[in-house]
């Protein structure tokens, strides 16, 4: 596609409950990479897959968070039992792979967390 | 790892005047300086990049400027105009792994 498509844009949760955040990066665009953006706060980093490398999930903050890339394009965030501290803007992002230039940004799923 | 520290956090200019976000990074080995500009409800949009042989690049009324020995960056708006009001981060990449990003400045212009 044209631009990085993430969906949904929002979604409101109970605590407790899974949620799946799915990212559809450009086509042809080898790495793609999750942050985590709190209320009025910087870009952290979450995790990074490139090509068919194993994923770099240095950044995820605990064990009920993952995620997967299928056949190298589409990309799941999973967030198991919800958490209030959970509540963020997820932000998926590709690029032609490392040390390749800057990234192209979907639009963030605004998760809520009640 | 990279650590990369942006100030100031919140910058307030007049319409017409300068503005100037700095950065700084940790790691040696980063080669690559993205600048992202993000508007209110959208996902960052890169503006402006510096690679490390550079250092200093233009773009209309951007720049941004690259100290590899003092290890820091700066991004340079001139001739400010409304529509620059937003959240801009700097970022470091060493090609190793994904970008690091600093914390944000929110840059208000006044009409």
């Known amino acids: 596609g044209a631009g990085v498509s993430q969906s949904p844009s929002n979604k409101v949760t109970e605590k407790g409950k899974d949620v799946e955040l799915r990212c559809d990066p450009i086509?042809?665009?080898?790495?793609l990479y999750w942050y985590r953006q709190s209320l009025g706060q910087g870009l952290e980093f979450l995790i990074y897959?490139?090509?068919?490398?194993?994923?770099?999930k240095s950044g995820l903050p605990s064990d009920r968070f993952s995620a997967e890339r299928t056949g190298g394009s589409v990309s799941t965030l999973t967030i198991q039992r919800t958490q209030q501290e959970d509540s963020a803007v997820y932000l998926c992002?590709?690029?032609?792979?490392?040390?390749?230039?800057?990234?192209?940004f979907g639009s963030g799923t605004r998760l809520t967390v009640v | 790892g990279e650590n990369v520290e942006q100030h100031p956090s919140t910058l307030s200019v007049q319409e017409g005047d300068s503005a100037v976000i700095k950065c700084t990074y940790s790691?040696?080995?980063?080669?690559?300086f993205p600048w992202y500009k993000q508007e209110l409800g959208k996902g960052p949009q890169l503006i402006i990049d510096?690679?490390?042989?550079?250092g200093e690049k233009k773009d209309q009324r951007i720049a941004v400027t690259l100290n590899k020995t003092a290890k820091h960056f700066s991004l340079h708006i001139t001739e400010t105009q409304p529509e620059d009001s937003a959240v801009y981060f700097c970022?470091?990449?060493?090609?190793?792994?994904?970008?690091?990003f600093g914390s944000g400045t929110r840059l208000q212009v006044q009409p």
């Open positions: 086509s042809g665009h080898t790495a």
């Open positions: 897959f490139q090509g068919n490398s194993a994923p770099d």
């Open positions: 992002a590709s690029s032609l792979g490392p040390d390749r230039g800057g990234y192209t």
């Open positions: 790691d040696s080995a980063s080669n690559y």
């Open positions: 970022a470091a990449d060493t090609g190793r792994r994904a970008l690091t």
């Open positions: 510096i690679r490390s042989n550079v």
